[in-house]
């Protein structure tokens, strides 16, 4: 046996960053998938988008308009 003693080595930052970003996709995947089960907002969306898309981008144009103009 040797008497040496090894220190262990800690994660380098881009393995940390990894993690982290691991952690966040799998938490917005989740998020997703919970808002996407029946009677929940997604749900409703995706209801309302495929039985009149060509409104529901309109819609979606204005809100946009609405939220990009400068205020001021």
Do not use: C, Q
């Not at 220190?7 to 997703?32: C, H, L």
């Not at 988008?49 to 609405?66: D, H, K, Q, S």
């Amino acid at each position: 046996m040797s008497d040496e003693f090894t220190i262990p080595e800690e994660p380098s930052t881009a393995a940390n960053i990894v993690d982290g970003i691991k952690v966040a996709s799998s938490t917005v995947s989740d998020a997703i998938d919970t808002a996407r089960e029946p009677g929940m907002p997604l749900d409703i969306l995706a209801k309302a988008v495929r039985e009149a898309p060509l409104a529901a981008l309109g819609i979606a144009f204005l809100i946009g308009v609405v939220f990009a103009r400068p205020r001021g």
